[in-house]
């Protein structure tokens, strides 16, 4: 693994948790009920402190004089390398449920791996942190998973159809490129092979207690690691960067 | 009245006299409770309808920071609502009764957040102006008549004021920033100030239900009152960040010990409360989209707890 | 109105502030069922690591007394002095008990 793997795998860990935090973050103040407002924003709060805290180690680790902000507002869509299923839009309640039970079963098993490996001490120090928020974040979305998928006909339909399509965005996570390769061989990022059973087993498992059917694997969507990204991306971005943009001098 | 509750309610008023507290399975005359009803649920729509003018600068906050501060912070006013809502229903209403009435346009809430919210700036002039004259107006309600409202407002109280704070530190930033920024601090100001002294409601003279109110201990001092305690507290604030405020008849008035202010435009104050207010139709739309989206939400949960239960039953009248 | 379309059940939740302490009364909640009304009570009671641990009670379960006999509930303790410490009179050296 070269030093610059390594500060992208710290930026890809910053851009995942940014991304899906800024999706979130616009359920507050328009959820189903008020109690599920105050859920899900907390779990957007939870994010953005991963967020932040992965932006600013890779600041200090590129040592250019950057900071948490200039890598969250002054890199374009090109440079984000999330992975493309975080992006996708919040829909309705199901498709935002689906997209975080997809990925907080792979962000947790990722980070258990993280918060254990001896390589890097500040990556495991913040995951160990980031592991507890990720395996609430896990359940909640579980339990909602369940409660759509076995709940009523209408409910059952629309979160199947959720399943359905967000499914072929869950084959990026275990498409290992050159990065997730150096850094799995030095240590510091799983198996992706190995993570995809553990993935599966956690998904399934849910499914079936949810009355709901796994999709055929298929073909799966990928690039948001290369930052090569969907249509959605980039607008999600001029809307958050807006302010530093335009007032590239002001501090806030 | 009979002559029994005419001794119930001489009871009651001397109780409360006494500054004692109502919990809500004791005897209450039928107006104490309509009244807090009335109030509680028009303070808690006030919160959640509150959360979108502030909501719709979450995804556009200048810095990670600010950002978190500010989904904090609108949280908090989600929890806010919750905790009225509960208060108001150990009075025998249900919350969806209240947001139905919120919904059909039956119910009020505070008409400040009908403004809109067009720069950053606001997200700092709403905490420093809109959450200082809340606090003002709530922090007595700690002290009101009626257990769980007192209880719900010592917990709201408790959380805001961090929001007060952060909203000042956002102005502050701003007033000591580049000419942009401190012009876009200066908008801010002169929109929300006139808005913000309306908060307190209408002159004592105007104000139909104080009287009442103040005799139950609901409410502990007058509009007038709170309002020039606001404007004493504020000016200093404003010359402090070099910002002026919107005013020419403001001045010290030595004799008085107090801040003289101009006359409040009451016409815009009544035709945004009937409805006319630059956001009214889209906070209300906002609101309603979002509880009928969750329709079917909220129904799925229902079923499936139903089904539990079912199982549960039947697993229990099986091993019997 | 179909009996899934009523607004969820109203919980009662109970805090632990601090190990060593009892539960206390926190507030109310509406949930569809207990598992979604302990996550609820831990993401709106206790944001500010207000708690360690949640119970959270069905608002109909509990039975509460009536404020009517609140007198007969409750006057009668008044005059049983001796079930407070301070009612025991002891010798200085022992004042820490």
């Not at chain 1, 959720?162 to 275990?174: K, P, Q």
């Not at chain 2, 107006?137 to 009101?144: E, F």
Request: hydrophobic residues 40%; aromatic residues 10%.
């Amino acid at each position: 693994m070269t030093e610059g793997q390594h500060l992208q795998i710290i930026l890809r860990l910053g851009d995942d948790a940014l991304v899906l935090g800024q999706r979130l973050s616009a359920w507050c103040g328009h959820g189903p009920v008020l109690e599920e407002d105050i859920a899900l924003s907390n779990t957007a709060l939870d994010l953005i402190g991963q967020a932040r805290n992965f932006y600013t180690l890779a600041a200090a680790r590129e040592d250019q004089g950057r900071d948490e902000d200039q890598l969250a507002f002054f890199r374009t869509d090109k440079e984000f390398q999330n992975h493309l299923l975080l992006e996708q839009p919040n829909g309705h309640f199901g498709d935002t449920i689906v997209r975080q039970f997809f990925f907080s079963a792979f962000a947790l098993e990722r980070c258990a791996f993280l918060s254990r490996q001896l390589v890097d001490a500040e990556v495991a120090g913040i995951a160990a942190k980031a592991v507890k928020e990720l395996q609430y974040h896990w359940e909640h979305a579980a339990q909602w998973i369940v409660r759509l998928g076995d709940g009523t006909t209408e409910s059952h339909e629309k979160v199947q159809a959720s399943i359905d399509h967000l499914w072929s965005y869950t084959g990026e996570f275990f498409n290992a490129d050159e990065v997730d390769a150096a850094g799995a061989e030095a240590g510091l990022l799983p198996n992706l092979a190995v993570m995809r059973k553990a993935w599966n087993a956690r998904v399934e498992a849910c499914l079936a207690q949810a009355t709901l059917t796994c999709p055929e694997d298929g073909w799966m969507q990928r690039g948001g690691k290369q930052g090569i990204h969907s249509e959605h991306l980039s607008y999600m971005l001029a809307e958050m960067q807006v302010l530093p943009r335009t007032y590239p001098d002001a501090t806030w | 009245m009979s002559p029994v509750e005419m001794n119930l309610e001489a009871r009651f008023d001397a109780y409360v006299a006494e500054e004692k507290k109502i919990e809500p399975k004791d005897w209450m005359p039928d107006a104490y409770r309509k009244t807090l009803i009335r109030q509680i649920s028009q303070h808690a729509h006030s919160e959640i309808v509150g959360m979108l003018p502030e909501g719709n600068w979450i995804s556009r906050a200048p810095s990670l920071k600010r950002k978190a501060i500010l989904l904090a912070k609108v949280q908090d006013e989600a929890g806010h609502g919750l905790y009225l809502y509960s208060a108001a229903e150990t009075l025998g209403v249900t919350r969806e009764q209240m947001l139905d009435d919120l919904h059909t346009g039956k119910a009020k809430y505070s008409s400040i957040f009908n403004y809109p919210t067009l720069t950053w700036a606001d997200m700092g002039a709403v905490g420093w102006l809109v959450d200082g004259a809340a606090i003002m107006n709530q922090v007595p309600l700690c002290k009101c008549s009626y257990g769980p409202y007192a209880r719900a407002m010592v917990r709201v109280c408790k959380e805001e004021s961090f929001h007060q704070r952060q909203g000042f530190q956002v102005m502050l930033n701003l007033a000591q920033g580049t000419p942009e920024q401190k012009a876009m601090a200066q908008d801010a100001l002169n929109r929300w100030w006139w808005p913000s002294l309306m908060m307190f409601g209408p002159n004592d003279s105007d104000s139909p239900h104080s009287a009442q109110s103040m005799k139950w201990n609901i409410k502990r001092f007058s509009n007038d009152e709170l309002r020039q305690r606001f404007v004493d507290m504020t000016v200093p604030q404003a010359e402090l960040l070099g910002l002026t405020i919107p005013d020419s008849d403001l001045r010290w008035n030595e004799e008085r010990g107090h801040y003289d202010f101009g006359e409040i435009q009451w016409e815009e104050f009544y035709n945004v409360i009937k409805g006319n207010g630059p956001c009214n139709k889209e906070r209300l739309a906002a609101r309603v989209k979002a509880h009928e989206d969750g329709a079917w939400v909220r129904e799925a949960a229902n079923a499936y707890a139903q089904k539990q239960q079912a199982k549960k039953t039947n697993a229990t009248t099986h091993a019997a | 109105m179909s009996s899934t379309q009523h607004e969820w059940p109203l919980w009662e939740v109970f805090i632990r502030s601090r190990q060593g302490l009892g539960h206390k009364h926190a507030g109310s909640l509406h949930a569809a069922d207990a598992e979604m009304a302990i996550q609820n009570a831990r993401d709106v009671y206790t944001r500010r690591q207000e708690g360690v641990s949640i119970w959270v009670v069905p608002a109909d379960a509990i039975a509460a007394s009536s404020p009517d006999d609140k007198e007969v509930m409750f006057d009668p303790a008044n005059d049983k002095v001796y079930r407070h410490p301070t009612f025991y009179k002891l010798p200085d050296e022992v004042n820490n008990m």
